[in-house]
C-alpha cells in the first residue's frame, strides 16, 4: 500500500502561481511512476502530468504545458507540481496518484490515489 497525501492547493488570481506536494508513504516511493489529475465540477477526471520513477522522463497535458512543472524527491518522498501563469480553467481539485508501471497519461494505470487539494483560480 502507498498513502499519499496532497497539500499546497488554495485560492490565487489569474497569472499567478502555486506548488503542489504529494507525500507518499507506505512502499518503496521511488519504484512509482507518479501522476497529478485532476477534475473541475461536473466535468471529466483529466490526466495534468506524469513522471517517471527516476524523474528523467516527464509528460505534460497540453493545455499545462509550457506553465506547469512535475518534479519528484525520492529522498523525501514527495512529487511537486510547480503551476505558473494559472488560468480560471485551471480550478479543479488536483490528484497525485502512483503506479507500479511507467509515467501514462491513463488514470487507470495507476494504483494509489490521494483524497486530492482545491486550486481556485480567479479572474
Known amino acids: 500500500q502507498v498513502q499519499l497525501v496532497e497539500s499546497g492547493g488554495g485560492l490565487v488570481q489569474a497569472g499567478g502561481s502555486l506548488r503542489l506536494s504529494c507525500a507518499a508513504s507506505g512502499r518503496t516511493f521511488s519504484n512509482y511512476a507518479m501522476g497529478w489529475f485532476r477534475q473541475a465540477p461536473g466535468k471529466e477526471r483529466e490526466f495534468v502530468a506524469a513522471?517517471?520513477?527516476?524523474?528523467?522522463?516527464?509528460y505534460y497535458a497540453k493545455s499545462v504545458n509550457g506553465r506547469f512543472t512535475i518534479s519528484r524527491d525520492n529522498a523525501k518522498n514527495t512529487v511537486y507540481l510547480q503551476m505558473n501563469s494559472l488560468k480560471p480553467e485551471d480550478t479543479a481539485v488536483y490528484r497525485c496518484?502512483?503506479?507500479?508501471?511507467?509515467?501514462?497519461?491513463?488514470?487507470?494505470?495507476?494504483?494509489?490515489w490521494g483524497q486530492g487539494t482545491q486550486v481556485t483560480v480567479s479572474s
Open positions: 496518484a502512483a503506479g507500479s508501471g511507467g509515467p501514462s497519461s491513463n488514470a487507470y494505470d495507476y494504483d494509489y
Open positions: 513522471i517517471s520513477w527516476g524523474g528523467y522522463t516527464t
